[in-house]
């Protein structure tokens, strides 16, 4: 069982930086692939990145390749996802997630944390 705690997002102006963090609990936390998905209003949940669980290998949704970057801290149980250049349409719900394979699709993946919005303003 693996708990996620997301923190970190906010209200920020178009061009600017948000670093998300995603803490889990439990000692297994370095045996799972993480992953970022992010959900805007009255739209499906998409992927955004996730990085393997020793983290030698990343993968990143097109929209957000050059501007994010997903890092994990198997020390501290925690994943990162650092946002730069931000858009408008990167406005919404951030959720990080815990799987036993790297992919794009939700259901890889089997613990999911509540989310953390970010909005970003034009």
């Known amino acids: 069982q693996v708990q996620l705690v997301e923190s970190g997002g906010g209200l920020v102006q178009a061009g600017g930086s948000l670093r998300l963090s995603c803490a889990a609990s439990?000692?297994?936390?370095?045996?799972?692939?993480m992953g970022w998905f992010r959900q805007a209003p009255g739209k499906e949940r998409e992927f955004v990145t996730a990085?393997?669980?020793?983290?030698?290998?990343?993968i990143y949704t097109d929209s957000v390749k050059e501007r994010f970057t997903i890092s994990r801290d198997n020390a501290k149980n925690t994943v990162y996802l650092q946002m730069n250049s931000l858009k408008p349409e990167d406005t919404a719900v951030y959720y990080c997630?815990?799987?036993?394979?790297?992919?794009?699709?939700?259901?890889?993946?089997?613990?999911w944390g509540q989310g953390t919005q970010v909005t970003v303003s034009s």
């Open positions: 997630a815990a799987g036993s394979r790297i992919g794009t699709v939700t259901a890889y993946y089997d613990y």
């Open positions: 439990g000692r297994t936390f370095s045996m799972y692939t």
């Open positions: 990085i393997s669980s020793s983290g030698s290998m990343t």
